[in-house]
T-cell receptor
Framework: DQQVKQNSPSLSVQEGRISILNCDYT??????FLWYKKYPAEGPTFLIS?????DKNEDGRFTVFLNKSAKHLSLHIVPSQPGDSAVYFC????????????FGKGTHLIIQP | GAVVSQHPSWVICKSGTSVKIECRSL??????MFWYRQFPKQSLMLMAT?????????EQGVEKDKFLINHASLTLSTLTVTSAHPEDSSFYIC?????????????FGNGTRLTVT
């Protein structure tokens, strides 16, 4: 049973527009959520995180929204740039990350010129 | 920022041999490191939690005797795949977090591509 779900395997967005990546989770014990960006044959690179006491966190072009009642979070990238093309993983943890992360399957974001 | 180094980046070995993968935290001490595994087009799956000075904690379904973990110092954890078989071929990634308390993002190494022939 997958506790973190990313239902869109891929997403294509035009350069300059907003990219919205979605993630759903089932474990109500999760209290810390993260987004990672990954290129093939490389480890994930941390992008942005949010704790369960917040509903929004912003860092430059990246904003993460958390809706606890819906067990849903999303990553907004605006404006989208060609260098944003990669696989994006949503991850969640209990105890603020002390027990490791549970990852979704990833969404391949393609930014079209 | 925090840097995690993993070595080797790729390795090819014959069936039945053992392979050791190293994970180092370069600019911080990590009492806990994590080992993940990723199959093509799949999620990263947590294999085990490596604790400095004590035994590793393995996730359900991960064979302890096959995947030996040693966390000998605060900056080094090793994963040894023993008696490797072709089905062990995968992408192995380690991660660690600076000891700044809760809600500290995990930083990942660049992974090791293991191919068993």
């Amino acid at each position: 049973d997958q506790q973190v779900k990313q239902n869109s395997p891929s997403l294509s967005v035009q350069e300059g527009r907003i990219s919205i990546l979605n993630c759903d989770y089932t474990n109500s014990m999760f209290d810390y959520f993260l987004w990672y960006k990954k290129y093939p044959a490389e480890g994930p690179t941390f992008l942005i995180s949010i704790s369960s006491i917040k509903d929004k966190n912003e860092d430059g072009r990246f904003t993460v929204f958390l809706n606890k009642s819906a067990k849903h979070l999303s990553l907004h990238i605006v404006p989208s740039q060609p260098g944003d093309s990669a696989v994006y993983f949503c991850a969640a943890s209990v105890r603020g990350g002390a027990d490791g992360l549970t990852f979704g399957k990833g969404t391949h974001l393609i930014i079209q010129p | 920022g925090a840097v995690v180094s993993q070595h080797p980046s790729w390795v090819i070995c014959k069936s039945g041999t053992s392979v050791k993968i190293e994970c180092r935290s370069l600019d911080f001490q990590a009492t806990t490191m994590f080992w993940y595994r990723q199959f093509p087009k799949q999620s990263l799956m947590l294999m085990a939690t490596s604790n400095e000075g004590s035994k590793a904690t393995y996730e359900q379904g991960v064979e302890k005797d096959k995947f030996l973990i040693n966390h000998a110092s605060l900056t080094l954890s090793t994963l040894t795949v023993t008696s490797a078989h072709p089905e062990d071929s995968s992408f192995y990634i380690c991660s660690a977090s600076p000891p700044t308390g809760r809600n500290s993002p995990l930083h990942f190494g660049n992974g090791t591509r293991l191919t068993v022939t």
